[in-house]
């Protein structure tokens, strides 16, 4: 059976019966834009080229970093079998959802990532990162340009003055929110279930409400994020 005959990606796990989360497909002609993503792999490659291998990918169990993810899974098949493992830094800075943290520990039994979790915000966060792992010369990230405060941004970006100084690597800061929905279902990527359940954008349990843009009925259920037709509405479940 195809993905697109069922609802959610949660339905579709159940049908096709695997017992643990698998990593999404290699198949980038399957996506809508094959050239984009190749483009997005690129962009990583030259990141692990550059820095000598020595890059950290920021995962917080949210769709667009869970692309990044899935990119590094490509670049990494394409340059070396077996796949090495990337660290990666989950900094938390609130309360998470259950989901998230379900999701996360699930992740990293599959994808070629050594994670480690920092209770804090994000500069005090990359500071403590660097303090542990000084050897880390880049970090992936899934920023795009509609996230607040990096319009500005470009696919290597390093951090702001009076930030601990490390080349922020935005395979996607070009991307849309459609081509990101497009990327995880064409190929199959799992991603955390509270997507279908309504959120579009997730940030911790106190900040964060499924989108009414997504409302069906008296307001208790909501269609799943993918169908979210405007795209400028991403966050409309920020609170």
């Not at 996360?104 to 915000?121: F, N, Q, S, W």
């Not at 009925?217 to 920020?238: I, M, N, Q, T, W």
């Amino acid at each position: 059976a195809e993905y697109g005959e069922f609802q959610t990606f949660q339905h579709y796990f159940k049908q096709i019966n695997l017992s643990v989360m698998q990593p999404g497909s290699s198949d980038v002609s399957a996506c809508g834009e094959p050239a984009l993503v190749s483009a997005a792999v690129a962009v990583v490659t030259k990141a692990l080229e550059d820095a000598g291998g020595a890059v950290a990918i920021a995962f917080n169990g949210g769709k667009d970093c869970t692309v990044v993810l899935h990119l590094l899974y490509l670049a990494l098949q394409q340059q070396a079998s077996p796949i090495p493992s990337v660290l990666g830094v989950c900094i938390e800075s609130g309360e998470t959802f259950p989901e998230v943290e379900q999701f996360i520990d699930d992740v990293v039994e599959v994808y070629p990532i050594t994670l480690v979790r920092i209770k804090a915000g994000i500069k005090e966060g990359l500071e403590i990162l660097m303090k542990e792992h000084p050897d880390i010369k880049a970090i992936l990230m899934g920023t795009r340009r509609t996230d607040p405060y990096s319009s500005h941004l470009t696919e290597f970006a390093p951090t702001d003055p009076g930030w601990p100084q490390i080349l922020r690597v935005n395979p996607i800061i070009t991307w849309s929110y459609s081509q990101v929905w497009d990327f995880l279902r064409s190929l199959q990527v799992p991603y955390c279930p509270l997507y279908d359940q309504g959120y579009t954008s997730i940030g911790n349990v106190l900040n964060t409400k499924p989108n009414p843009a997504l409302c069906v009925g008296e307001g208790d259920k909501f269609r799943p994020a993918y169908e979210l037709v405007d795209g400028e509405k991403e966050r409309s479940g920020r609170m």
